[in-house]
């Protein structure tokens, strides 16, 4: 029924960038709220970025914001995350999510939709 699935991760050298995709099969993406999440090894999954359906509204965890970009389009059913200035850190299984609740998006424990989630590895 509903499909999240996520494309663009891949291995980057320590201040490169990545550009995440999250492309989603939901009958009526505009009405719902996207997020992205990660997953280190021995970590417990993190919030890094969200935006409201409209994509007026945008919200970063500290440790991204300034380097991250969360963006989506409408037309496509698709919400995007640019990564730039990488570090060694932000190594993880990246994930989207959807929630009709923008702030069902901020947690990893609320959001009802879930994509298989990309890899991504910064080596230093």
């Known amino acids: 029924q509903v499909q999240l699935v996520e494309s663009g991760g891949g291995l980057v050298q320590a201040g490169g960038s990545l550009r995440l995709s999250c492309a989603a099969s939901l009958r009526t993406f505009s009405t719902y709220a996207m997020g992205w999440f990660r997953q280190a090894p021995g970590k417990e999954r993190e919030f890094v970025a969200a935006i409201s359906g409209s994509g007026g509204s945008t919200y970063y965890a500290a440790s991204v914001k300034g380097r991250f970009t969360i963006s989506r389009d409408n037309a496509k059913n698709t919400v995007y995350l640019q990564m730039n200035s990488l570090k060694p850190e932000d190594t993880a299984f990246y994930y989207c999510?959807?929630?009709?609740?923008?702030?069902?998006?901020?947690?990893?424990?609320?959001?009802?939709?879930w994509g298989q989630g990309t890899q991504v590895t910064v080596s230093s």
């Open positions: 999510a959807a929630d009709k609740s923008l702030v069902a998006v901020t947690s990893a424990r609320r959001a009802e939709y």
